[in-house]
């Protein structure tokens, strides 16, 4: 019941806004050639939007609602609320639910005080979800394999100190003079871990601790030697640590149709989290080169028995519906690999689940 979706706290948020209501229409369901079946198919043919979990939010909070299979007071509270941590104001509501585990299918749940208004307060009214303009990432970020390759090393500094800091200067040298560009700034980080499916050398990329930002202020040549000045300092910066020009801000564009039929996993996260949940970033294992383009949307699909699949993770017994429980959007395409953000989610994403993008939706 208190199934927590975590947030990452290494995630800035941009304060520009704007509205994006919840899918609706259309079931998905499906068999192992068409994962989301014939409602996907149909909605994308027809136009209509996809159907996550529950389908819209009412207009107005009922007094009292029929609990179904498979609610709990958390996910009750999201839907009609907007807000899942109303469950303890619910409870209080139902003195017959002695345990807020314990609610049944068919139970009458009270939703609000008998004669009470409905909610109008902000976070306690159903209505549209918020998806932010854009994202900016702070403390962690992405560097493609190709890019960590190709990145710079911190050699030295013309000041006798082992830790560097805000206005410090410093030098740098790359292998490939071509990446040095002078007034370019150009992130300094620590590679946290790999990002794919395989070993190091087959991944994607590398998820990177971000320490600071240098800005190149002339370049010799000769000796391959860039001098630098520290621009950001969000933590102590040493010799041996890597620079490379990482993106570090992603406009979240209006979702643009799909050009083709892409089946993708989700790789990691940003943040070293289990459980994933909305507004944070996720990897996927596809890119430009299947089609894939920025304001795309994929979903997430699952299926099989919850509880079994909590104690053996191969359990996909045929013949279980694959099920719909979250919705990304694509912010940045790479060649083999996407960056997008979870705009919604009814449970909390793995890595290792199945995306789905499907041609016209």
């Known amino acids: 019941m208190t199934r927590t979706l975590l947030s990452s706290g290494l995630l800035a948020i941009a304060l520009s806004w704007s509205l994006d209501g919840w899918s609706q229409d259309a079931e998905p369901r499906g068999d192992d050639q068409e994962p989301l079946g014939y409602g996907l198919r149909e909605a994308a043919r027809q136009g209509r939007s996809i159907q996550l979990g529950r389908g819209a939010r009412p207009t107005v909070v009922p007094e009292l609602y029929t609990v179904r299979r498979g609610d709990t007071l958390w996910d009750i509270c999201d ?3 907007e807000n899942p941590w109303q469950w303890p104001r619910v409870w209080s509501f139902n003195e017959r639910v002695t345990n807020p585990n314990w609610i049944y299918p068919g139970d009458p749940l009270r939703l609000r005080r008998q004669g009470e208004p409905a909610p109008t307060e902000p976070g306690l009214r159903p209505g549209p979800r918020v998806v932010p303009q854009q994202v900016y990432l702070r403390d ?9 390759r190709r990145s710079g090393v911190i050699i030295g500094s013309p000041d006798e100190r082992t830790l560097l800091s805000f206005s410090d200067e410093l030098y740098m040298e790359f292998e490939d003079p071509r990446e040095v560009v002078i007034g370019r700034e150009y992130t300094v980080f620590r590679q946290v871990r790999p ?12 998820i990177v601790e971000i320490l600071g930002t240098v800005k190149v202020t002339s370049y010799d040549r000769d000796r391959n030697v860039a001098r630098a000045v520290i621009t950001e300092s969000l933590h102590p910066i040493e010799r041996g640590q890597r620079v490379a020009p990482i993106e570090r801000t992603f406009t979240v564009t209006p979702p643009v149709r799909n050009e083709a039929d ?21 990897f996927l294992d596809r890119g430009g080169v299947d089609g894939v383009r920025e304001g795309n949307r994929f979903f997430v699909v699952r299926r099989g028995d919850a509880y079994q699949r909590s104690i053996d993770e191969d359990d996909l017994r045929a013949g279980f519906p694959y099920e719909v429980i979250a919705e990304l959007r694509v912010v940045k395409v790479r060649r083999s690999s996407a960056t997008c953000l979870v705009i919604r989610s009814t449970r909390e994403v793995n890595s290792g689940d199945r995306a789905e993008m499907r041609r016209g939706y």
Do not use: K, M
């Open 79 to 81: 839907f009609f609320f």
């Open 262 to 282: 892409v089946v993708a996993t989700v790789l990691a996260s940003l943040s070293p989290v289990q459980n994933i949940g909305e507004q944070q970033i996720v």
């Open 195 to 206: 990002v794919g499916p395989g070993p190091e050398a087959e991944s994607v990329g590398s």
């Open 140 to 148: 962690e970020g992405f560097v493609e394999r190709d890019r960590y």
